[in-house]
């Protein structure tokens, strides 16, 4: 093939990003070693929402191509979520100040500069840091994003997964992790042993390892990051009243001692955003951008589960109006499902010091599409400041490859002044909201009979109920076979049995018609209701056709062992209505929002 000159492969990068529609400036092409600032390389706005990947070496400029994208993004009235680990990103909130080095820079891309700050909210993991406290509670947060925090293996995933179904069941509301530790010491206790044993697939020893695990995570202080008020995810979307995008910046100075933490939180959000948001279709521009860095954290010894919820977050939630950047120093720390749904690609410089760097090199050049450049020596020679950049166009083709030195930040790059961040949070709007943590009664209360510790402004809630029971009259096998009939789509091949004679007492039990509107009788958190008083009641005996292991094993038995190995593999394999509200979610997330 004919080498083009320098001015064909000119004219082939202003080509390819001339687009109309609004568009994020990133830079100007470099060709044959020389800058031209008549060629600039532009993202669409619309195209925002197709995600994209920022990879490079530390130190090659990754946090201020973060920067300055948000900064336009803001500009643009789309509201942009950060996860700011060095404390670097909180400058947005400062205007910066102009010197000949960045003027000279500016011009020679062709960049109009002028300092500038921006709308900011700073958030904190719990209160750990400068920021509006950030919590979740232990059900919305779900099993298996919990399981990835505790490190569990798939078996005690599974098996934490039946802990959950149970206190949905039951109404047993997993508010903070004492409640979710209080729940499984009931279910090993002598009194919870028969509901023990209808949960098939959790055995004592399992459970026992999963208590150990909650103690763990009290001991480190992780209990602060599970509690009320919960955040609510729609405050991502926000715009200023000058209608400029608000820029959410998480703040993480804790990040070295609790990175799994860290990586499962942001995808709760992500999760948690995929479940309230109503589909969008195709948008001028997104409705958020997320900006999902030290993304090797997200994916490091993931279990299947985790992989495959991720995957299907990210396919589907660009159909909802947000992008997703993914943030890390190769492509390779983005397993192949996920990256082959990144379209914007934004490649800072690599090293190739060993021969696991240059591995990673040739299989970085591999995902790009053919180009003018040598990529494998592009890639090894850029400086600070500059990319291998392709993106999507408005007709959903890929732009041409090209090597560009980036726009510089109109706000501060390092981090603002700890009082302006600390008046920024004392003045925001979500302080008094989440400010203060509260404990509300839950299952840790219903299952101790202890008050809730006064912590806060505590919302009406239920009184503290016996431990439960499961209510006189439930047929095992009808709900079996109705469970069964939904799943596989064809009448049960169970045998009816005689109906179970509804009990006397009309009182609602726990899983019973109040508690019961979803088909599994999930408890509204919201609800409040107290009980009368009323006389004990004498356990009646086990109806004799009941099979041992109770609901949970019988049906087990019937399908093959299916939920006996967790509930996330069911559903996955069988894309019913039941199976996904078995998962409460793509990461077995239910928010309360969602279950009012």
């Known amino acids: 093939m004919a080498t083009k000159t320098t001015a064909e492969?000119?004219?082939?990068?202003?080509?390819?990003?001339?687009?109309?529609?609004?568009?994020?400036?990133?830079?100007?092409?470099?060709?044959?070693?020389?800058?031209?600032?008549?060629?600039?390389?532009?993202?669409p706005l619309a195209m925002m929402n197709r995600h994209g990947l920022v990879a490079g070496a530390t130190g090659t400029g990754k946090t201020v191509t973060l920067h300055m994208m948000a900064e336009q993004l803001s500009t643009a009235g789309v509201p942009v979520f950060l996860a700011d680990i060095k404390g670097d990103l909180s400058g947005l909130a400062t205007a910066a100040v102009g010197s000949d080095k960045l003027t000279a820079r500016t011009q020679s891309i062709?960049?109009?500069?002028?300092?500038?700050?921006?709308?900011?909210?700073?958030?904190a993991l719990g209160g750990d840091g400068n920021g509006v406290p950030v919590r979740a509670t232990v059900t919305s947060f779900g099993p298996i994003l919990l399981s990835r925090i505790m490190e569990l293996n798939d078996?005690?995933?599974?098996?934490?997964?039946?802990?959950?179904?149970?206190?949905?069941?039951?109404?047993?509301?997993?508010?903070?992790?004492?409640?979710?530790?209080?729940?499984?010491q009931f279910l090993t206790s002598d009194e919870g042993k028969d509901k023990l044993e209808e949960l098939?697939?959790?055995?004592?020893?399992?459970?026992?390892?999963?208590?150990?695990?909650?103690?763990?995570?009290?001991?480190?202080?992780?209990?602060?990051?599970?509690?009320?008020?919960?955040?609510?995810?729609?405050?991502l979307l926000r715009t200023a009243p000058d209608g400029r995008g608000v820029v959410t910046c998480l703040e993480l100075p804790t990040l070295q001692t609790k990175p799994m933490l860290f990586s499962t939180f942001l995808m709760w959000l992500l999760a948690?955003?995929?479940?309230?948001?109503?589909?969008?279709?195709?948008?001028?521009?997104?409705?958020?951008?997320?900006?999902?860095?030290?993304?090797?954290?997200?994916?490091?010894?993931?279990?299947?589960?985790?992989?495959?919820?991720?995957?299907?977050?990210?396919?589907?939630?660009?159909?909802?109006?947000?992008?997703?950047?993914?943030?890390?120093?190769?492509?390779?720390?983005?397993?192949?499902?996920?990256?082959?749904?990144?379209?914007?690609?934004?490649?800072?410089?690599?090293?190739?010091?060993?021969?696991?760097?240059?591995?990673?090199?040739?299989?970085?050049?591999?995902?790009?599409?053919?180009?003018?450049?040598?990529?494998?020596?592009?890639?090894?020679?850029?400086?600070?400041?500059e990319a291998v950049i392709t993106v999507m166009n408005e007709k959903g083709a890929p732009t041409p490859v090209?090597?560009?030195?980036?726009?510089?930040?109109?706000?501060?790059?390092?981090?603002?002044?700890?009082?302006?961040?600390?008046?920024?949070?004392?003045?925001?709007?979500?302080?008094?909201?989440?400010?203060?943590?509260?404990?509300?009664?839950?299952?840790?209360?219903?299952?101790?009979?202890?008050?809730?510790?006064?912590t806060g402004p505590a919302a009406g809630a239920p009184a503290a109920a016996d431990a439960p029971v499961?209510?006189?009259?439930?047929?095992?096998?009808?709900?079996?076979?109705?469970?069964?009939?939904?799943?596989?789509?064809?009448?049960?091949?169970?045998?009816?049995?005689?109906?179970?004679?509804?009990?006397q007492d009309p009182e609602p039990q726990y899983g019973g018609p109040e508690y019961g509107e979803a088909e599994y009788g999930e408890a509204p958190a919201s609800r409040s209701r107290a009980k009368a008083p009323r006389a004990p009641r004498t356990r009646q005996p086990r109806e004799p056709q009941a099979q041992p292991g109770g609901m949970m094993g019988?049906?087990?038995?019937?399908?093959?062992?299916?939920?006996g190995g967790g509930l996330k593999s069911m559903a996955r394999s069988m894309g019913t209505q039941l199976g996904r509200e078995l998962l409460r979610g793509v990461f077995g997330t239910s928010s309360r929002r969602r279950r009012r």
């Open 200 to 235: 098939g697939g959790l055995s004592k020893a399992t459970a026992g390892v999963i208590l150990r695990e909650i103690v763990t995570l009290e001991a480190q202080g992780l209990e602060k990051f599970f509690g009320e008020p919960e955040f609510d995810t729609a405050e």
């Open 272 to 385: 948690d955003l995929f479940e309230d948001l109503p589909e969008a279709g195709d948008l001028d521009k997104p409705k958020l951008v997320f900006f999902l860095d030290e993304a090797h954290l997200l994916f490091n010894g993931a279990s299947k589960a985790f992989l495959d919820a991720i995957t299907t977050t990210v396919r589907l939630i660009r159909s909802k109006g947000v992008g997703i950047f993914f943030v890390t120093q190769t492509p390779k720390d983005v397993p192949a499902d996920v990256l082959g749904q990144l379209a914007n690609r934004v490649q800072h410089a690599l090293r190739a010091f060993t021969p696991e760097d240059a591995k990673a090199l040739k299989a970085t050049v591999s995902t790009f599409p053919l180009s003018d450049y040598d990529l494998e020596e592009t890639l090894t020679s850029a400086g600070i400041g």
């Open 554 to 563: 019988d049906l087990g038995g019937v399908l093959g062992g299916a939920l």
């Open 110 to 123: 062709g960049q109009p500069w002028q300092g500038k700050a921006f709308p900011v909210e700073f958030l």
């Open 155 to 184: 078996t005690q995933e599974s098996s934490l997964q039946l802990v959950f179904y149970f206190a949905d069941k039951y109404g047993l509301e997993l508010i903070d992790l004492k409640d979710l530790r209080a729940v499984i």
């Open 402 to 454: 090209a090597l560009t030195r980036l726009r510089a930040p109109e706000s501060l790059m390092g981090p603002s002044d700890e009082a302006l961040v600390r008046s920024t949070v004392a003045g925001s709007a979500l302080l008094g909201k989440y400010g203060t943590a509260v404990d509300n009664p839950s299952a840790y209360e219903k299952l101790t009979g202890k008050a809730a510790a006064p």
């Open 9 to 43: 492969k000119l004219a082939t990068i202003q080509k390819g990003y001339t687009l109309e529609g609004a568009t994020i400036e990133l830079g100007a092409a470099i060709v044959d070693g020389e800058l031209h600032k008549d060629a600039p390389v532009r993202l």
């Open 470 to 503: 499961a209510p006189a009259g439930y047929d095992v096998d009808a709900e079996a076979r109705r469970i069964e009939e939904e799943i596989l789509g064809r009448p049960s091949s169970r045998p009816a049995q005689a109906p179970v004679p509804a009990p």
